[in-house]
């Protein structure tokens, strides 16, 4: 009985760490950068300087952008992406990487 009662008590350890160590990965993923309080410039470096990173652009949005193609996986096409930033409504940061047909003529 003491046996199954370690094995038990083992196994709910690993469960627990595992669960936190996902909330606190989704955690940290939501501390990036705001878009909204940086100079549009500063928000390209950003991404830029680090090739991918998450930008926040409210308090529960966020997205991953990169600088190239490089950064994304080989069935993924790079689309765009402009964010808001304290000084431009529009501001060009780099790209997001998006899966499936690539959207060539704009429809």
């Known amino acids: ?5 370690v094995i038990m008590a083992l196994v709910g350890s690993v469960i627990g760490a595992q669960i936190a160590g996902a909330l606190i990965t989704s955690a940290l993923a939501l501390q990036g950068p705001l878009t909204t309080a940086l100079p549009c410039r500063q928000a390209q470096q950003i ?6 990173a998450v930008l926040n652009t409210g308090p529960y949005t966020y997205d ?8 994304c996986q080989i069935d993924e096409y790079l689309d765009p992406a402009w964010l808001p930033t304290r000084d431009t ?4 940061v780099g790209y997001r990487c ?3 047909p690539s959207d ?3 429809f």
């Open 89 to 92: 409504p529009q501001c060009f």
């Open 64 to 71: 991953r952008y990169v600088r190239d193609r490089s950064f």
């Open 104 to 106: 060539l003529f704009g």
């Open 1 to 5: 009985m003491k046996k199954v009662a």
């Open 47 to 52: 991404v830029a300087g680090r090739g991918a």
């Open 98 to 100: 998006k899966t499936g």
